[in-house]
């Protein structure tokens, strides 16, 4: 072929492109006269070009018709088609610019409908922010008044089509599924239902090699979903919204009243199916064909094949489908038997309300599939039992840790629970009845005629209060005051903010809104609060408990001395650390009044005001406070309870802020070790001896093995947390600089990124953390060589450190010096000086400086030596004060972008008022 | 030192359009520097040989990118034009590699790639070193039909440049690019699959 013949195919191929197919014909038999080579060869290439099916043709400017309109977006290309409208990738230029998926919706819908529908979800979804999800932006009307959404631009292909195309095993798949339910959890969190879940809603895309899900569409079904009621909408089944394979028996139901969460879950059922047999439940020929009413009734009512005797019913294609997973059918058929078919049996289960109650908990059964853990979702069988009699004692000895743990300390701490046990022997041995009938289940040596996990235990508790006590309505606000206590210990905020919240209602409307107890319910609501990360709300309710306090037992009372340890954690939060300081000495003064200055109750402020000077750059004042922490929890708790896990790893930090690597890691391994004793493996406490270990690892030179430990610690914090817990920043910030010393830059940006976003959104922009976050990004950026952006950012974070600190504190030194060092690398002698004269006017030193390269252009420097003389005197100072360290690292900038950990639970204990009647 | 270079390739951008005549700099002036940064960052990424651990090309253009040009001087025109010698650098690299030189010493295995996603014609899916030549091949036969045509796949395949910024590349309509792209994809398949059938 000559590139004249190439030149007449190609103007034929596009000429003929540009027409309806069915005109195609007619078109080339008329150009092409009796030339048959030509038109067969335009006729092959059209064919391999409609062969496209995930992205449709290019789009001409003048096929964009109406699209053209939009303003602020310019139109790229078409991606996709489907029954609701087409899709196309396009550029927004205003107000932000970035590439966005236009999705604009086919007529015949009210358009004004749409966009009110869109309205009413608009503040939910624009809450959204999760990495599993494509957020959705915007929605508008086409100058023809089509209505469109524009949404995070993901390029991807569906999770079914990506893991055939790349055979992924079952246990890849399985993975990848555990990311979709988080993100669909996260929406649900916010109260968003997404109603069309299905997988070519849910596109997988490559970030850091990794294979990420993301769903989208999230609001878009509710906004487009026509009133249910009417017949004729569905005539036209291919474009029935809620495809019908994935749609859940209730929605199948029509009445379109009554969807909730738990729909989802039925589509995600529907979708794990598909990932492991590679075919859905109820076969889509079938189904469709049978007519509008027999497929909704078979949705309803008809019980699909589990995954295993699906796979095997299919006979030959059951092969091509256990090739894709890397498997033989025999293998596939033996791997989803047991677990697999039981936890997507129970994801599809008729009645919502047997279903898995939210996506978390079906990935939790997913996750324990995989940990080899027996799963929730199961019938009952000997074997069976058997396995999970060995899970049980774990969580045995971590229930009877944190129950213990929390009656020493609120015995010790008030006396409530022992005085009050003999003063009202009557309730209290009901008390004790009660938790000895709901516990004693969990006695390792006794025998087993059930199957119940911690979580069905403390469920059931909590069921049965109200039945039990009738009558007693103050017994039974103390028992659930107590298990909501216990929930918090376990991580289940959730579920312990409910017992709470009603212990508190009971209380107020039993004893009147000044009495002491209901300011024992204020002040652990508070702390509940903020654990879930709400520290402005939690400062309120706390507030709240001392106006009880001060009205009804003074505020002299014990009672009152750890409500203002709390206090003063909302404070140091909050960025106010004068206010906290203030507070924590307050109750400080209280506790070792009441109790005595050697005694547990006064740990509590001392581990605050530890984590408070640490954060100004007092290192050695904190780590004295942290000794003494430590010294009366071990007298008192013995070496190895979860508070003294907790005191070690808050020394540790400090000892590791002072340079003494070898004292800190000994205590991080020895913490570490205490929390996996005494809560097991996954829980949140494990997780900040874990990140300092990683950053031990990471310094040692042991990259890999530093970045699957704090994978782990993520991992576990995410799923203890949340993915947008404030707490979150203390393990990515030292993650992501692991990464980009791995050499993954990007990756390592993003997480910068994640952080700060994280910062603000907890706290606001002036804020410490936020301004911790974005020297976080600006050390990066120096590093990789933009100096530019460094140089904004760590300016951004200096000025919110002085604003929140004040230009005096020790640590904005570190953020001066950060600026010294940027301006001298720009080859600003003036201003590096000034900023190093500045660090150093804050008290402000580091070993570092001697050895940094960033100021290298200013060695030799009369005015810069003077000043060196000055960082190396005070070193000296440190080094001698030092005991046994052989190497002084204070304040490298990954280090001081370090901020420690709070207690997980242990402040947050049962009730602890005395006396109330006497 | 970095800003140095970074001064430097960004005068070098913004100077491909905004002058005229012989103050005007060529793409080739730019080419040395992004070929030095994509060479560094491709061996980075080519010698880690992790299992599933895949290139995406266009990645790396945007890496060197970001780390040569100070973005807050260069807008998008500027950015398109790197994007460009970049593309070009990204196929030889990769065909390089494809190839196996320079990675017989390690015995390292082949990596696999992804390119700009939606725009190959293996859709969904990574490319091993048979397909990159493959690949390579039949564009260097596109070439010798249609050498603008060549040139669209591999801004569009190595660079991941949209249409519009094509169209400002080789300076001719969108609707040209388009033209051009849409039978260049069928045309391309179908050598591929003639290819596959073969073997």
Redesign the interface.
């Known amino acids: ?3 004249d013949d ?2 007449r ?2 103007e034929l ?2 000429a003929a ?1 540009e027409l309806p197919p069915d005109e195609r014909r007619e078109y080339l038999e008329r150009e092409c006269g009796s030339d048959v080579a030509l038109k067969d060869e335009v006729d ?3 064919c ?2 409609d ?2 099916t ?2 449709g ?5 003048t096929a964009l018709g109406d699209l053209e309109s939009i303003s602020s977006y ?1 139109v ?2 078409k ?1 996709g088609e489907g029954g609701m409208g087409e899709v196309y990738e396009a ?1 927004q230029t205003s107000p932000v610019q970035r590439r966005v998926a236009l999705k604009v919706i086919k007529w015949g819908m009210d358009t004004k409908e749409v966009l009110a529908r869109f309205e009413s979800e608009r503040q939910a979804l624009a809450l959204m922010n999760h990495p599993n999800i494509a957020k959705v932006f915007d929605a508008g009307m086409t100058e023809n008044g089509r209505p469109y959404f524009s949404m995070e631009f993901v ?3 569906p999770i079914t ?2 893991c055939d ?2 055979r992924l095993s079952t246990e890849e798949r399985l993975r990848i599924f555990i990311q979709v339910c988080r993100g669909v959890q996260h929406a649900h969190q916010r109260g968003v239902i997404h109603r069309d879940m299905k997988p070519s809603n849910v596109l997988v ?2 970030q850091d ?1 990794q294979p990420i899900p993301k769903i989208i569409d999230f609001g878009i079904a509710k906004a487009t979903s026509q009133r249910l009621t009417e017949r004729t909408i569905f005539t036209e089944l291919g474009t029935w919204i809620g495809t019908p394979e994935y749609m859940s028996p209730e929605q199948a139901e029509m009445t379109g009243l009554d969807i909730d969460t738990r729909t989802d879950v039925y589509s995600l059922g529907v979708v794990l199916y598909e990932l492991l047999v590679g075919a859905q439940p109820f076969d889509s020929t079938t189904l469709r064909g049978a007519g509008f009413d027999e497929m909704r009734r078979r949705i309803r009512e008809e019980d699909p094949p589990r995954p295993s005797t699906r796979l095997t019913d299919r006979h030959g294609d059951s092969e091509i489908a256990a090739q894709r997973r890397r498997t033989s059918a025999t293998n596939l058929a033996r791997e989803l038997s047991g677990d697999l078919d039981w936890i997507v049996m129970k994801a599809l289960e008729k009645d919502r309300t047997r279903r898995y109650s939210t996506p978390l908990e079906l990935a939790a059964d997913v996750r324990r599939h995989l940990g080899n853990e027996p799963v929730e979702a199961s019938p009952p069988s000997t074997v069976y039992r058997l396995g999970k009699f060995v899970r049980r004692n774990r969580v045995a000895v971590a229930t009877a840790t944190v129950v213990l743990t929390a009656l020493i300390l609120g015995t010790i701490g008030t006396g409530v629970g022992m005085v009050r046990a003999r003063r009202e022997a009557r309730a209290s041995r009901q008390v004790i009845q009660f938790m000895t009938g709901i516990f004693g289940g969990l006695n390792p040596t006794g025998t087993y005629g059930h199957t119940e996990s911690i979580d069905e235990i403390l469920d059931r508790g909590a069921a049965q209060i109200d039945d039990t006590l009738q009558g007693q309505p103050l017994v039974a606000a103390y028992l659930k005051d107590l298990i909501g206590r216990v929930y918090m210990g376990l991580g289940e905020f959730s579920k312990a903010r409910p017992l709470l919240e009603e212990a508190y209602e009971t209380r107020l409307v039993e004893l009147g809104g000044d009495h002491p107890w209901v300011g024992d319910s204020l002040d652990i609501l508070g702390s509940a609060r903020m654990l879930m990360g709400d520290y402005e709300e939690g400062l309120g309710i706390l507030d709240r408990a001392i106006e009880v306090y001060e009205g009804s037992v003074g505020l002299d009372h014990g009672a009152v001395g750890n409500t203002l340890s709390n206090i003063c954690h909302a404070h140091w939060r909050l960025g106010d650390y004068r206010e906290a300081i203030g507070f924590c000495d307050r109750s400080v003064v209280n506790l070792e009044s009441n109790f005595g200055a050697d005694e547990l109750p006064v740990t509590n402020p001392l581990f605050n005001k530890a984590i408070i000077l640490r954060e100004l750059g007092e290192n050695a004042e904190a780590r004295e406070l942290g000794r003494r922490v430590l010294e009366i929890r071990e007298n008192k708790l013995g070496p190895d309870n979860t508070a003294v896990g907790w005191a070690l790893h808050d020394l540790a930090l400090s000892c590791e802020f002072l340079g003494d690597r070898t004292t800190s890691r000994a205590m991080q391994e020895r913490a570490l070790a205490i929390q996996e004793k005494a809560l097991g493996p996954e829980s949140n406490a494990v997780s900040m001896p874990l990140t300092r270990l990683a950053v031990a690892k990471a310094r040692d030179g042991e990259l890999e093995d530093a970045r699957s430990m704090f994978q782990r610690a993520t991992e576990i914090r995410e799923i203890a947390l949340g993915v947008d817990h404030p707490d979150l920043v203390w393990i990515l910030r030292p993650y992501a600089h692991l990464l980009r010393d791995l ?1 993954e ?2 990756a390592a940006r993003r997480m910068f990124e994640r952080n700060i976003t994280i910062a603000e959104q907890a706290y606001g922009p002036d804020h410490i953390e936020t301004a911790i976050a974005l020297s976080g990004l600006g050390y990066h950026e120096s590093v ?5 952006r460094a140089h904004e950012l760590n300016e951004r974070s200096l000025e919110i450190q002085i604003r929140v600190l004040g230009a005096r504190a020790r640590r904005v030194g570190a953020a001066y010096y950060n600026m010294a060092c940027i301006h001298a ?2 080859g600003n002698r003036r201003g590096a000086l000034d900023h190093l004269q500045l660090a150093l006017d804050t008290g402000w030193w580091w070993d570092g400086v001697e050895a940094d390269s960033d100021l290298d252009s200013l060695r030799g420097d009369p005015e810069f030596e003077t000043l060196m003389d000055e960082i190396r005197l005070r070193v000296e100072a440190a080094r001698s004060q030092l005991d046994a360290s052989d190497h002084l690292g204070i304040q490298d900038a990954e280090d001081f972008l370090e901020v420690p950990e709070v207690e997980g639970f242990h402040e947050f204990l049962p009730s602890r008022t005395t006396r109330v009647s006497s | 030192m970095a800003e140095d270079r970074e001064t430097e390739v960004t005068e070098i951008v913004s100077r491909l359009k905004n002058a005229e005549g012989a103050d005007r700099a060529s793409a080739e002036d730019l080419l040395p520097h992004v070929y030095d940064e994509l060479r560094m960052l491709a061996r980075r990424y080519l010698s880690r040989e992790r299992p599933g651990h895949t290139l995406q090309p266009t990645a790396l253009v945007h890496e060197a990118y970001i780390k040569l040009v100070d973005q807050s001087k260069v807008d998008w025109q500027g950015r398109t034009h790197f994007f460009a010698v970049g593309a070009k650098v990204m196929r030889h690299l990769l065909i390089d590699h494809a190839r196996g030189k320079g990675r017989a010493k390690r015995g390292g295995g082949r990596q696999r790639v992804t390119l700009a996603d939606g725009m190959t014609p293996f859709v969904g899916r990574e490319l091993d070193a048979e397909d990159l030549l493959a690949l390579n091949e039949g564009l260097d036969r596109l070439a010798e039909l249609d050498a603008r045509q060549a040139k669209v796949v591999e801004l569009r395949f190595f660079g991941g440049l949209t249409v519009p910024e094509v169209a400002l590349i080789l300076e001719v309509s969108q609707r040209t690019v388009e033209g051009d792209w849409a039978h260049a994809r069928a045309w391309l398949k179908r050598e591929l699959s003639r290819r596959g059938a073969g073997r």
Do not use: R, W
């Open positions: 072929m000559t590139s190439h030149a195919v190609k191929f596009i492109c092959e290439l059209l391999y070009h062969a496209e995930t992205h043709p290019s789009v001409s400017a310019k790229l290309q991606i550029e390029k991807g292909i089509d990506y195309t790349h895309t490559i090699d050499g830059e990007a990789v060589g933009n100096l530019a690398v720009e």
